[in-house]
């Protein structure tokens, strides 16, 4: 089967390198277009990009030619890093121009129209896109992943969910470095010291959270019927962000319940075995000290989320802790795996 | 005026280390003798002694001898940092032969007969040992301080219940290594890594903050009437709990009103100008990213509690980062102000 | 082909995690046998060992049981990561007894009669074993890999040395906390911090160092007629010694002929295609900021070591830095692949 | 006496904050003028700079108005840490203009009749300002000190020079991430790494250190007559250079007969009692295993190079460890001394 070519937005950054470093053997997408900001533009990628990720550069992508953000000699579908500040406009200039954009910037994350995917989580959201294209008269789409810090705890979050209703939950996240890209978190600032305090996370956190596991009803989705509050803090680890929950059910269960729960999840990643897809979504460690960055981080490849250490919380019902690999679960991992679905359900055809 | 002399046990310990240091210069106490393990005892504290605080060892106390942990040529008052395998039936032995045990150790902190004081949060809880003497008919008596994350919490937590009553308590700590004593945490378990467990420290915060909170009343203390639920998380930092912390009150408050309360907050310490009592308990920083370990550990030579980032919790009320120096304020600075506290008070005469 | 049996002596520590961990899938030998201290015997090894090691544990070792160490029930082929101070009385007991140990251990790797072997650079030393069992009328024999900071400068040294001749030799040594075992080095010591003395290290490296590069007459290691200086220092790094090192030669070279003397370097391991044998021992990093312990510390699975930053040397002649895996490179690994050439040599039929 | 007004160029940089902490309570000094890019300039220092001391930010500096980088209103005394890329020009200017530019830059350290200072070290080379001030036909003059890895260096190689002649000097640094100013290294470069380069270091250090110790004569500085050879890590630590160091004498000299020169070794500054000049320039530490970064980086005040380790090196003749507080004794403080020296020696007048 001859591969689709795939373009990247925002190359050069942390997660336009991991898209790199991930797609680099994919079995049905092939890297073929790039393209970041305009000091990039013009070089090869080999000589524009700083390379942080620990896996050598793909000896494929060097040479390739880094492009402006324009869309044009851009193939159908793109993944997007691009910062922020620029990711906006540019990812609806894209998706006007015919293209699908599967992004793990924040913008149009909350848009009414646009699906904020997990496909082991809400894989339906995706349908929204057809009123996206209606509406908005796009050739193209946009879908988007959620992020890194709300991925791991919904994960968590969705076999519980479904089978006693969520009414609280309290999460306190102890993120790494890599979140913030590259150079991203100066050393002076963070080694042997916490920073109590992530610009806009814990707002994303809050309302991603109830958009991913609402329902999909008439073309839009209602949100998720529960009250959710996240403390947010930097801390001097790589990469992995680890998370302190508490949650307060709809129904009551035991913890043999809750833990049978996270072990059974499966969901239309595991049905259709997509290829990035993790065999078991949610791993459950039973070491009264797991899960650790150092240990379990790299779980499936970095797409599991690892969870321990349930007990009773005297405050709200259930607590525990979990851990997501931020920039592969938590970013291009999960767009990548957005687009799996994507192409296993026909939307890129 | 002549210094009260001071017996140290457990002295070579790193908090044993904290409370020579701390003593150094003391206005009113002079470290006399000092007593550890087996292994210690016979060796000269500059022999037997790791120093491992940044400040150098005091001159005078290189040439103590180091004693057995056995009352008879020790002091009348004495400061305990002992392990808590061996501190409960030592710490009575010397009770009972007339010494004044003012403990970090945990293993009296919840008897009903003995005092859990904090001299900024619950002075009048030291009237307890009038009881203690007389039910177990010793001479001298034991006064504990608080469990090192208990103490950062309880100081933020104290002015908002004198004043609004509290409900529910949910705390996330990333504790530093130094909690777990010398040599304690591997490197090789904590470098770029968080380990999401610390054996009995959860459930030491949750009883001992609603004994410290809770009311005397004859002769006993009636707990807090209030839920807490903790988790305990250690991160790569030397010194320093940060607590992520949210809250519930019983009557409503507005933020400013709680920062006042922080501000304005007083107690005996205060009044009677201690040595150790820090001149403002609770310190309120107004940056969006304070506290930090950094920046705030040391604030007050590690005797305040620093606080940030107030803000509305969607779960409970409010929620904001609480920071506190954990061999000081939460060890041995603890213990120390006890001391001074019960000589100002006239338990010492 | 039938696997041959192994046993492995101190299997509960850190490089005995590490043979465990590098021994899963070895297509010639299998784990059959453990041994560790009397604390650890009796149990299974699930139950004994503190596993450190990031892979998990295989599942074949957990059910294991951890014999005392002595002979008896033990396979032929024992490898030995015991505490010097343990090592040396145990091994020759084995080795008498007519077991193959090849020992990380310390205790004889400066015995006259003992080969002290890297097989990618003196696998003729080999033969020493001859005149160590004549002379010890030992039926089996012990065998030693240097310490986890000779080998990498020794890889770096032999292309040069054979080429060219060594004079002179200055080696500045930055060395990962898993070299000190587990749980070795404490957090409090390193965190932030650099330590610039680690016991015995820097006479090990030199002497070492002679005896690697030295020749084989008439049964005994003529020492390298070169001088060695070392400085060893311990830094917050877990995996991955780092050397900065100045040399001067014999014969006239540029730098050139130097880096393709690395290049094109290769040695019995190579040719007979062993199993852990990296195909490029020496890896030259053209980048000016390279090797680096993130971005190169696994090269060919931690076995080769890789080199950069080859430059003049104003003092002596040139200049280079040289980085190598200390616990497979530098221990598990640098054992097992002494093995695999023994039994490619025919020392284990 | 009134103190004496001095400006500040580059204010709201690491060395700059560092000028403004040193100069807080400064008996001779008083920062009155700040100047810094023309990004900064217009707002109030306070609002200007990201302060990273860990002590605050003096209450005085922060309503003083940020200038821009010309003369004009500013005072005599200047201090500059400008960024290399503009400080050439920039100090010219002021110095043409008749300030006294006392900087902490490297453009002109190496010009003839600019002084490369160290007050401990060699006080007598300021006399080549008149040289300077006549060339130039410059009202004002520039004096510099070295880079922040010399400084150590020379600290503790002046007392062995003056008394026993130097031949070869090799100098291996692992440098703390402060040296790289702020933001400065990132945190994914180097936690848990170490990086093996830092651009135009080892030059640096290579010929700053011959003339330092060079003999001033005619109004120029013969370089000393020795050969240097550096090799420059960047570690995972805040604050501290250290450094391993092996040298030749020209005269035989003994352990003690070093220590002793160490010991016993006072310049002009501690004749003088300047302000900011460590009591005892080189403090020698007994134990095996220091100098450390955690113990002694502040020794001093941060102003003293700590030594230890003296033994005996098989290549050149001796070697030893050397700690430095780099952006004290390395940056601001070296200029602050340098300024003291020439206030007492009436170069300000």
Excluded at 107 to 136: C, G, K, S, T, Y
Excluded at 171 to 178: I, L
Aim: aromatic content about 6%; charged content about 25%.
């Amino acid at each position: 089967m001859k591969k689709l070519e795939v373009g990247i937005l925002g190359a050069t950054g942390m997660v336009g390198q991991r898209f790199i470093s991930l797609l680099e053997h994919h079995p049905w997408f092939e890297v073929k277009w790039l393209a970041a900001s305009d000091r990039s533009a013009g070089k090869t990628y080999g000589e524009a990009c700083n390379w942080r990720v620990r896996d050598a550069m793909p000896k494929s992508a060097a040479p390739l030619p880094v492009h402006e953000c324009k869309p044009g000699s851009a193939p159908k579908l793109i993944f997007s890093s691009l910062d922020s500040k620029v990711a906006g406009e540019i990812e609806k200039e894209f998706a006007h121009a015919g293209h699908v954009v599967v992004s793990n910037s924040s913008n149009h994350r909350m848009d009414a129209d646009v699906p904020l995917l997990i496909p082991d989580v809400n894989p339906d959201h995706l349908a929204l896109v057809r009123a996206q294209r209606h509406e908005r008269k796009w050739k193209g789409m946009i879908v988007t992943n959620p992020n890194c810090t709300t991925i791991g705890l919904v994960m968590s979050l969705a076999p519980i969910e479904r089978q006693f209703g969520l009414a609280k939950v309290m999460m306190t996240s102890m993120q790494a470095v890599s979140g913030a890209g590259y150079p991203g978190v100066p050393t002076l600032d963070i080694l042997g010291n916490i920073i109590p305090y992530i610009g806009g996370e814990e707002e994303k956190v809050e309302r991603e959270t109830r958009k991913l596991l609402g329902k999909l009803t008439d073309s839009r989705v209602e949100m998720g019927n529960f009250i959710v509050s996240a403390h947010c803090n930097r801390v001097p680890v790589e990469d992995g962000h680890t998370e302190s929950i508490s949650i307060a059910l709809r129904t009551p269960a035991q913890a043999a319940d809750i833990a049978a729960a996270w072990r059974k999840y499966r969901s239309r990643p595991q049905e259709l075995e997509l290829p990035s897809a993790p065999k078991h979504p949610v791993i459950v460690r039973e070491e009264k000290d797991r899960p650790q960055v150092k240990f379990d981080v790299d779980s499936e490849r970095g797409m599991a989320t690892v969870v321990g250490r349930l007990r009773p919380c005297p405050v709200l019902e259930w607590k525990y802790t979990a851990l997501s690999h931020n920039t592969i679960r938590g970013a291009a991992g999960a767009a990548l795996l957005n687009a799996e679905l994507m192409k296993a359900d026909g939307y890129l055809d």
